[in-house]
């Protein structure tokens, strides 16, 4: 087992590419990636991140299917996770710019890490974790 596994990307489907792609890149401050349009298969995929994937930094995957505005999110998926220098300013930021905050920043239930909740407008759940 000498082979060097890594997480890629988290793939998650969305109703509206360019809405998704402002929300990550402008109120998160993630880079896009790369962009794949396949108008045979009628999908677009745009991949966001912090950092280049050729660096070994995980991505989400922005899947875009022509035609469909809306996905049943289910019960199974919990949330993604963003470390953030500063939770509050971050949550300010969001919220000044329409962004659903469903967990104000504040500590974790029996602990001090600073967290808060915030929804992108698929609905997703995104957790901010204040890191130092």
């Known amino acids: 087992?000498?082979?060097k596994h890594?997480?890629?990307?988290?793939?998650?489907?969305?109703?509206?590419?360019?809405?998704?792609?402002k929300f990550y890149t402008e109120l998160?401050?993630?880079?896009?990636?790369?962009?794949?349009?396949v108008p045979e298969g009628k999908y677009t995929l745009v991949f966001v991140g912090f950092a280049p994937e050729e660096t070994g930094a995980a991505a989400i995957e922005l899947t875009y299917n022509y035609g469909t505005d809306k996905y049943e999110l289910g019960n199974a998926?919990?949330?993604?996770?963003?470390?953030?220098?500063?939770v509050v300013a971050t949550c300010a930021k969001l919220r000044a710019a329409g962004a659903k905050i469903t967990r104000e920043p504040g500590p974790v239930k029996f602990g001090t890490?600073?967290?808060?909740?915030?929804?992108?407008?698929?609905?997703?759940?995104?957790e901010l974790i204040q890191r130092a």
């Open 28 to 37: 998160l401050g993630m880079t896009e990636l790369r962009r794949r349009d």
């Open 1 to 3: 087992m000498g082979e």
């Open 6 to 21: 890594s997480l890629l990307h988290t793939m998650i489907r969305v109703g509206d590419l360019e809405r998704s792609v």
């Open 113 to 126: 890490t600073m967290i808060a909740f915030v929804e992108d407008p698929d609905g997703y759940k995104i």
């Open 77 to 86: 998926f919990g949330h993604l996770a963003i470390g953030v220098p500063d």
